[in-house]
């Protein structure tokens, strides 16, 4: 994982790049490190250097009734899900991770939805204000349950 795992994740975005499918990582320290891996291989490399069973993530997820868009909990960080670019194919990495303690707000411009950071990064999203509002209170509600277990 290079040196992702130094770093406070600030947000992880597929983008198609001259190397194709490529994934970055925006951290709190304003750094953006390129990984040339689709965001699927990416996550499965980040959790599994993390130690972490994502099947039993979602397992336990789906018995609190969160079925979609469910959040990855990394270092005692809780990322929500983000739909960040239109697919191009079946299985397209569309969606991208935003660390919901880094976020300062949602705002909409015209038909815009951007999520602004604490540090003024702006990341432009194709999710509604809604949806990721639902995205972002669940995401603190796990990371109350996390902080009240610790």
Do not use: C, W
Not at 39 to 51: G, P, Q, V
Not at 94 to 103: C, K, M, Q, V
Request: hydrophobic share 35%; aromatic share 10%; glycine share 4%.
């Amino acid at each position: 994982m290079k040196r992702v795992h130094d770093e406070k994740i600030q947000a992880i975005v597929p983008v198609y790049t001259e190397y194709g499918d490529t994934t970055y990582v925006y951290t709190k320290e304003q750094n953006k490190i390129l990984y040339p891996n689709t965001i699927r291989t990416f996550i499965k490399n980040l959790l599994k250097f993390y130690m972490i069973d994502f099947s039993a993530l979602k397992t336990k997820f789906r018995d609190l009734g969160i079925k979609q868009n469910i959040p990855l909990i990394i270092d005692n960080q809780v990322l929500v899900k983000v739909k960040v670019r239109k697919p191009i194919g079946k299985s397209d990495g569309a969606y991208g991770y935003i660390n919901i303690s880094e976020l300062k707000r949602i705002q909409v411009e015209k038909t815009v939805t951007y999520i602004v950071f604490k540090d003024g990064y702006r990341l432009k999203t194709l999710d509604s204000r809604t949806t990721l509002s639902k995205n972002i209170l669940t995401g603190h509600e796990i990371k109350n349950i996390l902080d009240s277990k610790f």
